[in-house]
């Protein structure tokens, strides 16, 4: 089965800062990898996905994730952080099982911005 | 587009009751839904895939006695908690699959309570 590994539950930057959250698959085929963003008592909102083609990819509200399949990673970035920011961040990866094709998702990330 | 909507938003039942919980796609057709189940601060865990017109898939642990999930348009799945009890307290999350890969789109979860 495949797994999603998100390093660091609780990630706390200052307004301004850079934002970094971590994100490592394990599928060994091309993978589909997805950011999702979740405010409190809400649903799941897409930031960014990887396909194919470009492995730099930019998503929504100023963020953007690299994927290095070297270091199976797909990490989140976002170069200054904004009050707004502060959520819960997820990671999934596309699983296909054959009969449906499903995400299967990290442990989440929850940001805290500072002042 | 492809917004999902869940109602209710929030729903507190006795123990021993059933509740039920839609998820509606609003303005496209999805043939396959999910339902994701939320325990605080941690991650989404897949309950079951919910296709138009046929059974649902549930993931290894799930009851599925349980956990009673109707697809019965393409826009509408309802997953029914019964006889509910204080465990099954949490918050529940559907989806329904886009058409790009792996493409979900979530809707904005349901909080039940189970006193």
Redesign the interface.
Known sequence: AQSVTQLGSHVSVSEGALVLLRCNYSSSVPP?L?W?VQYP?????LLL?Y?TGATLVKGINGFEAEFKKSETSFHLTKPSAHMSDAAEY?CAE??NTG?????T????T?LQVTL | GAV?S?HPSRVICKSGTSVKIECRSLDFQAT?M?WYRQFP????M?MA?SNEGSKA?YEQGVEKDKFLINHASLTLSTLTVTSAHPEDSS?Y?C?A?GA?????Y????T?LTVT
Not at chain 1, 99 to 103: E, I
Not at chain 1, 105 to 108: A, D, E
Not at chain 2, 41 to 44: A, D, F, N, R, W
């Open positions: 589909y997805f999702y008592n809400q649903g799941l909102q996905k396909t997820f596309g699983e009969t449906a094709s499903k995400l998702f990290g442990t989440g929850r | 999902v869940q396959t999910f601060k941690q991650s989404l897949l895939t898939t918050f999350i989806s699959r790009g890969p792996y493409e979900q979530f809707g904005p979860g909080r």
